[in-house]
């Protein structure tokens, strides 16, 4: 009897320590990673998203609100290519969360998935901002994103099993509908063919070599290090040589430089979403190449 | 023409997955899945396969061509080398200097109302010095740990250990235990590394209660709690061989800490971060220079045990949360020491011995502001109250009041205006100047100029 009430009683506890199946926890590091999980994932994932469109993700801090939310993510899916590298590092080590650790399945890293542009032969910081693994601003090509969406659906599987099935359901249908979409935008995009541009920092890459757009120059001599007036002096002149369709510059991105050099070289600035969120239109991984696209065709109207 | 770029990529797929790394399988293994969907044909998407296909037989010719030794263009993570230095550590090293002008001589620096707390405590040296060049190395021990060490090389030629301690990288539930010797994470500018300072030197209330920066020889666990709001418990315990402890010959925890912070964001564009701490230490014959009432030099020593109590409040807003173009920095701490015990006057000849018991405090409020990008503009007040300070061999005892004139009640204060100049994420230039009213009488009027320049692995900061 007394055997009995306490295996009752045990087995109660037990069912009350056991959580109710709970949505796995992702932390991304940008909006553009968030939005994907939210498309592969869907219910069964709770994702937050450490930085908006807004925000330069190569410069925020390591909020206390982002340790904590470190610290309860089953999932960390980040860009990789020391893009994050001066903070992801202090939200890990200060995580005490050992499931989302580097070399874990619960930490995921776009840039291991795709082929990186821009890989320096040899690196020195006399180089300026470079990336030892290669540029890290892949999100701008649909084609990464359909490769990044395949692992990343995958380690999904893997982490949560029991939705296994569910994952690769969406995954498919992902698949199938960013295909479609990709179709259309490289129809859309055909004009953007051979049209010179200039660009800020080289965080355009990806968009320019899908779209085969031609990048004239950029704004910055060096990664990450700003123009000095006899740069832009002489960029004024090299322009006027090869006169730019458009100067591009991102959401978060200040625009008194590019409004200078469009003022000089009477060509006009297309500000591009860059990330989820960055414009009213760029509402989800489709809006946002439907917004780039339609922001890009706009001077050649 | 299909078919020839089909087999062109059909040969090229062995090639360059025996010539190289798995990284080529990756885009390869895409790039047939493509044409597979492409067989069903579009225009443009051949074109553009086509072009890659060009792209990748180039760089195998490149490839081919080059000799072995030279790296392909490929992701550096891939080519993981071998050999002995394939395992090599992260390697950081900040170098610093100041040129410093005084207007107080730098050798009579004193706070009033305050025993000495060590001697890297005041302005430092006048004219050009050079500062500590801190050398990190860091690097995972395995999957269960992580170690780093950091050594500061002086000008005057010593090396200190500032820090050499392992880190547990594989518990779970938000548990971190750190083991060696650690900066305390009591406060909020203990733990930070002087080359990431936002002024040349730290608070007076620093200087004077902690000697700068509490260092732990010991252990720490720190737990951090399960919820949205970021909540985190610590408790340290070690030797306390750091001011204002000392050095015992105890088999017992010497020093002992606690802290809890808190955080949050508020709304896209601030976030913040508070603490409360406790220190509490023991210090044995804890000796300190001073001049008795007729100006002769003296020893003294104490005796006893210390507490310090550290409360903080940091915040942190920039535009839409983004630090490029602009962003303000304010932060705030007050300190409260209560020590309790012995002093010997005159260790060396006439030893007096009383009760000594005192309670001080002080607080700094600074506030820096990045107002273009690159430029950052600081402004630092500094107040502290020695308190009243009970010996017991002054008055009805056996020395007279005067006996301890550098222990008089004093409130020196300080205020420091700083301009920095950052041409990169990795160099920092900049200028200080305060106005250090410490001492008894007369304002110190001090000039810094510094530079700090980071080499080697990119660094990762706290909040």
Redesign the interface.
């Known amino acids: 009897m007394i055997k009995s009430v306490f295996g009752a009683l045990a087995l109660g506890m037990l069912l009350a320590a056991t959580p109710a199946p709970a949505a796995l926890k992702v932390l991304a590091t940008s909006a553009d990673w968030a939005a994907l999980a939210t498309e592969l994932g869907g219910d069964k994932v709770d994702v937050y998203a450490a930085t908006t469109a807004f925000q330069d993700v190569h410069r925020v801090d390591a909020k206390p609100s982002l340790v904590a939310r470190a610290r309860n993510a089953d999932l960390i899916v980040a860009t990789g290519a020391e893009l994050e590298v001066g903070w992801l590092p202090v939200l890990l080590q200060e995580s005490g969360n050992a499931r989302v650790q580097p070399g874990s399945n619960g930490y995921f890293e776009a840039a291991r998935q795709v082929r990186l542009l821009e890989v320096p032969a040899s690196v020195d910081r006399s180089m300026g901002d470079i990336h030892p693994d290669g540029n890290p601003h892949l999100q701008l090509d649909p084609r990464n994103i359909a490769t990044v969406a395949r692992a990343l659906s995958a380690r999904l599987a893997l982490l949560d099993a029991a939705n296994a099935a569910f994952y690769v359901a969406r995954g498919n249908d992902f698949q199938q509908r960013w295909q479609q979409a990709q179709l259309r935008w490289e129809k859309m995009a055909a004009p953007l063919k051979g049209v010179g541009v200039v660009v800020m920092h080289r965080d355009q890459s990806y968009l320019i070599q899908w779209l085969g757009l031609r990048e004239i120059a950029a704004m910055e001599p060096k990664p990450g290090v700003p123009p000095s007036s006899s740069f832009l002096a002489t960029l004024v002149s090299k322009l006027a040589q090869d006169p730019p369709k458009m100067i591009l510059r991102n959401a978060y991105n200040d625009s008194k430089a590019t409004d200078w050099l469009a003022e000089r070289v009477h060509a006009p600035v297309v500000m591009l979403p860059f990330s989820v969120g960055g414009t009213a239109g760029a509402r989800d991984l489709f809006g946002l190449f439907d917004d780039t696209l339609n922001r890009l065709l706009e001077p050649l109207k | 023409m299909n078919f020839l770029t089909i087999a062109a990529a059909r040969t090229l797929v062995p090639l360059l997955l025996v010539m190289s790394s798995p990284?080529f399988a990756?885009?390869l293994g895409?790039l047939r899945a493509e044409l597979e969907?492409l067989k069903a044909s579009?225009a443009?998407?051949i074109e553009?396969l086509e072009q890659r296909i060009a792209q990748l037989e180039a760089s195998a010719a490149t490839a081919r061509s080059e000799p072995p030794t030279v790296?392909p263009?490929?992701?550096?993570?891939a080519v993981a080398s071998s050999g002995p230095n394939a395992f090599n550590p992260a390697l950081s090293l900040i170098l610093a200097g100041t040129y410093r002008a005084l207007s107080g001589d730098p050798a009579d620096y004193r706070i009033a109302g305050f025993v000495p707390s060590g001697s890297e405590v005041g302005p430092g040296a006048r004219g050009f010095n050079l500062g500590e060049s801190e050398l990190t190395i860091a690097a995972n021990v395995d999957?269960y740990f992580?170690g780093a060490v950091t050594a500061a090389v002086s000008g005057d030629d010593s090396i200190s250990v500032e820090e050499a301690f392992f880190?547990t990288?594989?518990?779970?539930?938000?548990?971190?235990i750190k083991g060696g010797r650690f900066f305390s994470g009591l406060g909020y500018l203990n733990g930070v590394h002087a080359h990431a300072w936002d002024f040349v030197d730290q608070p007076l209330v620093y200087q004077a209660l902690l000697g700068n920066q509490f260092a732990q020889d010991g252990a720490q666990l720190?737990?951090?709690?399960?919820?949205?709001?970021?909540?985190?418990f610590g408790l340290e315990a070690g030797s306390g061989r750091d001011y204002p402890g000392t050095t015992r010959s105890a088999n017992g925890l010497n020093a002992a800490s606690g802290f809890v912070?808190?955080?949050?964001?508020l709304g896209?564009s601030a976030?913040?971060?508070s603490g409360l701490s406790l220190l509490r230490t023991n210090a044995e014959n804890r000796g300190f220079q001073a001049t008795d009432g007729a100006g002769v030099p003296v020893s003294n020593a104490f005796t006893g045990n210390t507490q310090t109590w550290v409360a903080d409040f940091t915040l942190?807003w920039a535009p839409?949360?983004?630090?490029?173009?602009r962003q303000l920095k304010l932060q705030g701490e007050y300190l409260r020491r209560t020590e309790t015990g012995a002093l010997t006057f005159d260790t060396d000849v006439r030893s007096l011995a009383g009760s000594y018991h005192s309670e001080q405090s002080g607080w700094y409020l600074q506030g820096v502001y990045q107002f273009r990008?690159?430029w950052r503009a600081g402004l630092r007040y500094d107040s502290l109250d020695s308190g009243d300070t009970r010996i017991a061999i002054l008055p009805g005892g056996l020395l007279p009041g005067f006996a301890f004139p550098d222990l008089q009640n004093a409130t020196p204060t300080r205020t420091s205006v700083m301009l920095d100049w950052n041409l990169?994420?990795?160099s920092r230039l900049r200028a200080q100047f305060a106005w250090d009213q410490a001492r008894l009488n007369g304002t110190d009027h001090q000039l810094f100029l510094q530079y700090l320049f980071s080499?080697g692995a990119?660094?990762?900061?706290?909040?």
Request: no cysteine; aromatic share 10%.
């Open positions: 990284v990756d885009p895409d969907a579009n443009l998407r553009q790296a263009a490929m992701p550096a993570a999957p992580f880190r990288a594989a518990l779970t539930h938000g548990l971190t720190k737990w951090l709690a399960p919820t949205d709001l970021f909540v985190e912070h808190l955080g949050n964001d896209d976030s913040w971060r942190k839409h949360g983004n630090p490029t173009e990008p690159r990169s994420e990795f080499l990119h660094g990762a900061h706290k909040f």
